[in-house]
């Protein structure tokens, strides 16, 4: 009896969760792209265009995003009543570019887009990004009407195959990997290294224990070309999506600096995260929070580890928890609590790990052989030595060349996002 009632329960709160969907939505994706401006210290965003894509692949009961992660936040609002009825916290690349030496010398605008269900009646966007402070500031604002003729409906029509397939997208994390650098007589290889994307990411707690909860889908779209550019060895290739190395002048950094390119081959199937595998053996990648990850996919020796570093940076924002290497200036201001949830500058401490610690672990705790895997707080991290700190003394969001390992404190984060998004 208890159990029939449970499941009744149950069934009335679906029907509720999902006539609050159809109040506001249709199952379909609203895009809307942008440019985004500036300079180190300033900000600008002009309004591109409103595209309309077939699929939503995201979850219809989460429509408002609490997890406080991200330098950048999307928020809808229904115009009739005000009421915030779809949100999402994202990073991207041009926030990166404001701490590099050119953003000092020079203004510059970055092709991005935001995507939301598409609503039913006129909403008002508003756009945000985090100031000095860590705190959200309204930068943008702009009124849509869903049944306007200006909303675009062209789209790609590339061949989209499945790679693991576990049920309905509302309820599923649904990654798409898109093929850049492979030519048309390279489909094979392509379908073989979305495989091992897949076998990769399976292989790693808490993704293997999760793995009924993805659906992971293939997008083949040939490029004239076979590899990606490479500046710095004066290598340039024809591909649909212009990856290259060399971003921000460091050698290991490969990126697409147009991301509107991204989301249209991405429209081809549901997703809610974009990862993009580049048919190079040079080693390298990157990878941003609710925006894309991208990777070599044919580096022989680490491709797996380098997939799973990288969406951990995609899925969930985790920070990079070694030191150097990068060239950006006060990426982490140490008076700021970073939003990360593997990093922190103590500022408030209190709302990271604090509470999983033992109690007898000083902070900040020495890094020795004995605390090899004991969680704690390890100074260095977020690229500098001083002043930001991690949970483990090694971590695969640290140095993948020496562990198979996340930290306690990045299973329980990978974890609650999956949770997040299969409701």
């Known amino acids: 009896m208890q159990k029939l009632v449970l499941l009744l329960f149950l069934s009335v709160v679906a029907l509720n969760v999902n006539a609050q969907f159809d109040k506001y939505f249709q199952p379909k994706t609203l895009r809307f792209d942008y440019y985004h401006c500036g300079n180190h210290q300033s900000e600008s965003i002009f309004f591109d265009e409103l595209i309309e894509e077939p699929h939503?692949?995201?979850?219809?009961?989460?429509?408002?995003?609490?997890?406080?992660?991200?330098?950048?936040?999307?928020?809808v609002y229904d115009l009739e009543s005000n009421k915030l009825i779809f949100s999402r916290g994202y990073c991207t690349l041009f926030d990166e570019w404001q701490t590099v030496d050119?953003?000092?010398?020079?203004?510059?605008?970055?092709?991005?887009?935001?995507?939301?269900?598409?609503?039913?009646?006129?909403?008002?966007?508003?756009?945000?990004?985090?100031?000095?402070?860590?705190?959200?500031?309204?930068?943008?604002?702009?009124?849509?009407?869903?049944?306007?003729?200006?909303?675009?409906?062209?789209?790609?029509?590339?061949?989209?195959?499945?790679?693991a397939y576990s049920g309905d997208p509302a309820h599923k994390v649904d990654v798409v990997l898109l093929s850049e650098g492979y030519t048309a007589d390279q489909y094979e290889q392509f379908k073989s290294d979305c495989a091992k994307f897949a076998e990769a990411l399976f292989s790693y707690t808490p993704y293997k224990e999760n793995r009924s909860k993805f659906n992971i889908r293939g997008v083949w779209?040939?490029?004239?070309?076979?590899g990606v550019d490479i500046p710095g060895e004066n290598q340039w290739r024809k591909t649909?999506?212009?990856?290259?190395?060399?971003?921000?002048?460091?050698?290991?950094?490969?990126?697409?600096?147009?991301?509107?390119?991204?989301?249209?081959?991405?429209?081809?199937?549901?997703?809610?995260?974009?990862?993009?595998?580049?048919?190079?053996?040079?080693?390298?990648?990157?990878?941003?929070?609710?925006?894309?990850?991208?990777s070599?996919?044919?580096?022989?020796?680490e491709a797996g580890k380098i997939y799973v570093h990288e969406f951990g940076h995609l899925f969930l924002g985790l920070a990079d928890e070694y030191v150097g290497g990068v060239e950006y200036n006060d990426f982490y201001p140490l008076n700021v609590e970073p939003w990360e949830p593997n990093l922190t500058t103590l500022v408030d401490f209190d709302k990271k790990w604090k509470n999983q610690l033992d109690p007898q672990t000083p902070v900040p705790t020495p890094a020795t052989k004995e605390n090899a895997e004991v969680l704690g707080v390890y100074e260095g991290g977020g690229y500098v030595a001083k002043g930001v700190y991690r949970p483990w003394m090694n971590c695969m969001m640290n140095n993948i060349h020496t562990t198979d390992k996340f930290c306690p404190v990045c299973v329980k984060a990978i974890q609650n996002m999956i949770d997040f998004q299969c409701k």
């Open 221 to 226: 779209a040939p490029s004239q070309e076979s």
């Open 240 to 294: 649909n999506l212009d990856a290259s190395y060399y971003t921000f002048n460091s050698e290991r950094y490969q990126m697409v600096t147009d991301f509107q390119k991204v989301r249209d081959m991405a429209s081809c199937a549901p997703y809610d995260y974009i990862y993009i595998l580049s048919n190079t053996q040079k080693y390298g990648g990157g990878a941003i929070y609710n925006f894309y990850g991208i």
């Open 56 to 75: 939503w692949g995201g979850s219809k009961v989460n429509l408002v995003d609490d997890n406080n992660y991200g330098s950048n936040y999307l928020k």
């Open 102 to 163: 050119e953003a000092r010398q020079t203004n510059r605008c970055f092709p991005e887009s935001v995507i939301m269900p598409f609503p039913r009646k006129s909403v008002r966007l508003e756009l945000l990004s985090r100031n000095k402070k860590g705190v959200f500031e309204k930068k943008f604002e702009y009124t849509i009407n869903p049944e306007s003729y200006f909303i675009k409906k062209e789209r790609p029509n590339w061949q989209v195959f499945d790679v």
């Open 296 to 301: 070599a996919a044919g580096h022989k020796a």
